[in-house]
């Protein structure tokens, strides 16, 4: 697998992520949704596919920059590969809205990391979808929309 095609099957598959700083929390929301979402990033970086499984919902569901869709057992398994390694990283410009048992996390990743030992740096948009269920936060649905390189617009 080309650096390439690994980077965008990353850029795809993660941005799942983060707590980031955001907007008000609304009355009668279960808290805990941000520390989920750390959860999740560190999960990511440590490749800790039980901790995956237990954040990520049954009916997971992923949709990538190019559309394609994915599942909770795809996305561990890219995740998981030995191939790809992603450095800690911090959503920009996120935002939380909240309401009841749901928390949608929409920010901005740059991801670093190398994929077949190749170095890629990875740039886009998410949103993230947690609902409370049985009990905890499980994440639902992941969207990424690539975000063009800065120095393309030169």
């Not at 697998?1 to 983060?18: D, G, V």
């Not at 809205?97 to 990875?122: E, H, P, Q, Y």
């Amino acid at each position: 697998m080309t650096w390439k095609i690994a980077a965008a099957l990353l850029a795809s598959l993660l941005t799942a992520c983060s707590s980031g700083e955001s907007a008000e929390v609304h009355d009668g929301t279960p808290a805990g949704y941000r520390e989920a979402a750390a959860a999740l990033d560190a999960a990511i970086v440590a490749k800790d596919e039980a901790a995956l499984e237990r954040l990520l919902a049954e009916d997971f569901l992923w949709v990538r920059g190019s559309g394609a869709k994915g599942d909770k057992q795809a996305f561990i398994s890219a995740l998981a590969a030995p191939s790809i390694r992603i450095e800690p990283f911090t959503p920009s410009e996120a935002r939380w809205i909240t309401s009841g048992d749901s928390a949608l996390l929409a920010a901005t990743n740059r991801l670093v990391g190398t994929a077949d030992g190749a170095a890629f740096v990875d740039r886009h948009r998410f949103a993230d979808h947690w609902l409370w269920r049985d009990g905890a936060w499980r994440l639902v649905y992941i969207q990424v929309t690539p975000v063009p390189d800065p120095a393309a617009d030169d």
